[in-house]
């Protein structure tokens, strides 16, 4: 399997290519606009500030190219903010794969949303054998509105997408590389959905 990681100005990265090494897979890190489009998948993970995010993604062409992505792509954490309508965060329009906008969490508990929660609502090949009330791992302190591409939920605060999916493209506000036997069963998960649409089960 060819398996890339766009590579840009986030963090994260090299913690998601050792649990992608746990699973025998290899993970080519990089911000090559044809070796993205090239890939079998693709991997858009991140930690980090969304409006430097976006002028990097839009400075380095990768905006539009991974909007019209057509093999299975996956964000995480920021990816998945990005991948959103826009963010609240430096008041920044995003990707518009998803329709949700991400917003911040009020202050009326400890922001950011850090630790173990658990997960409900679960649709589509990336929840495969994944129980409901499943814990993940949550680090951020702004999150994506439920939307009709939300495919699993969580509550801190109030309820927020957990999980999105359009077609060929999926996204985890959590952490599935910190999130113990679930989220390797989850990254499993996307490893093999297929090189065409998702099917929402």
């Known amino acids: 399997m060819d398996l890339v990681i766009i590579r840009y100005n ?19 890190v990089t911000d090559d ?37 057509t093999q299975p792509v996956l964000g995480i954490c920021l990816g998945l903010q990005l991948m959103c ?12 794969i998803f329709h949700s906008e991400v917003k911040r969490f009020p202050p009326e508990k400890k922001v950011p949303h850090m630790g173990w929660n658990s997960i409900y609502g679960l649709k589509g090949p990336l929840f495969n054998g994944i129980p409901e009330g499943a814990y993940v791992y949550f680090v951020h302190s702004f ?9 699993a939920a969580a509550d801190y605060i109030h309820p927020f997408s957990a999980a999105l999916q359009k077609h060929n493209f999926y996204a985890l506000q959590f952490h599935p590389e910190k999130s113990g036997d679930t989220g390797e069963k989850i990254l499993k998960n996307f490893l093999m959905t297929g090189n065409s649409h998702g099917e929402m089960r």
């Open 10 to 28: 986030a963090g994260n990265i090299r913690s998601v290519q050792i649990a992608l090494s746990r699973l025998g897979v290899r993970a080519e």
């Open 33 to 69: 606009a044809e070796r993205i489009r090239n890939a079998d998948k693709v991997i858009f993970p991140g930690v980090g500030e969304a409006s430097s995010a976006m002028r990097y993604l839009q400075s380095h062409g990768l905006d539009a190219l991974i909007a019209g992505l």
């Open 85 to 96: 309508a826009f963010t609240e965060e430096g008041n920044t329009e995003c990707l518009k």
């Open 143 to 151: 999150a994506a509105e439920p939307c009709r591409e939300q495919i």
